[in-house]
Nanobody, 123 residues
Framework: VQLQASGGGLVQTGGSLRLSCAAS????????MGWFRQAPGKEREFVAA????????YYVDSVKGRFTISRDDAKNTLYLQMNSLRPEDTAVYYC?????????????????WGKGTLVTVSS
């Protein structure tokens, strides 16, 4: 599967952005999908994941209550709604696909990565 993230940009503290990730192929619904981010000088880290059929969602503690992950299998698209953005959310955001039904939350388990989209939150 090929993934293409979009929707990044520059926003002020407290603002919102919605990231999208368009996937090619007919097997999108069979993957656990996730969002990861990488800030300058830091390692790539897990942000959020959503299981097949949207049964479960997972979030890193720092974004709980502010970010919402969702998927539209009919459109082969993954979303990340980001509200109440903070300067520490500044990073390149990557969407990811994991075949493992229990995966999607570890950099090491991801099978496919999309190109990132830059989110910059100004203070």
């Amino acid at each position: 599967v090929q993934l293409q993230a979009s929707g990044g940009g520059l926003v002020q503290t407290g603002g919102s952005l919605r990231l999208s990730c368009a996937a090619s192929g007919r097997t999108f619904s069979s993957y656990v999908m996730g969002w990861f981010r990488q800030a300058p000088g830091k390692e790539r880290e897990f942000v959020a994941a959503i299981s097949r059929s949207t049964i479960r969602t997972y979030y890193v503690d720092s974004v709980k209550g502010r970010f919402t992950i969702s998927r539209d299998d009919a459109k082969n698209t993954l979303y990340l709604q980001m509200n109440s953005l903070r300067p520490e959310d500044t990073a390149v955001y990557y969407c990811a696909a994991d075949r493992d039904p229990t995966g999607g939350r570890s950099v090491r388990s991801v099978d496919y990565w999309g190109k990132g989209t830059l989110v910059t939150v100004s203070s």
